[in-house]
């Protein structure tokens, strides 16, 4: 642990602003608000707040992604932290993997309890995926 590239974490965790500015922005900005059944004016309220936290949480998350994709090498035959699968490819595939085995069944199933649409799913699964799978090739490959 003496090697982490601390500001690749960093930046990782960043990214997910600009991700989310696109994601929640243009691309289904209207379409999530309508799922969630809030105002753009709603959505605005504290934001400076949540930027802060939710970028602590993305770092909580890029760790353990960096400690999945990175760290775990060491065992015979785990090409993890080896130089040839240090790219952004097999980072942003671990990246993926955290997203669909792990977060993708914590969002669905409280997003089935609070009984919102499949669409809804959709859109905070998507954005988790292809969040992930930046940070993991970002953390990967700037190692």
Known sequence: MENVNWIALAVAA???LVIG????GPLFGKAWMKE??????QAQKGMPLRFGLSVVLAFVAVFFIYMVSVVTG???GDPHGQEKYLTFGHGAIHGIFVALFIAM??????ALFEQKSFKY???NVGYWVVTFAIM????NAWT
Not at 21 to 24: E, M, Q, S, T
Not at 105 to 110: D, E, G, Q, S, W
Not at 136 to 139: C, F, H, P
């Open 14 to 16: 960043l990214s997910t």
């Open 21 to 24: 500015f696109i994601w929640y």
């Open 36 to 41: 969630t059944g809030i105002t753009e004016a």
């Open 74 to 76: 060491g065992e015979p």
């Open 105 to 110: 069944p914590v969002l669905a199933t409280n």
């Open 121 to 123: 799913i959709l859109i």
């Open 136 to 139: 993991g090739g970002i953390v």
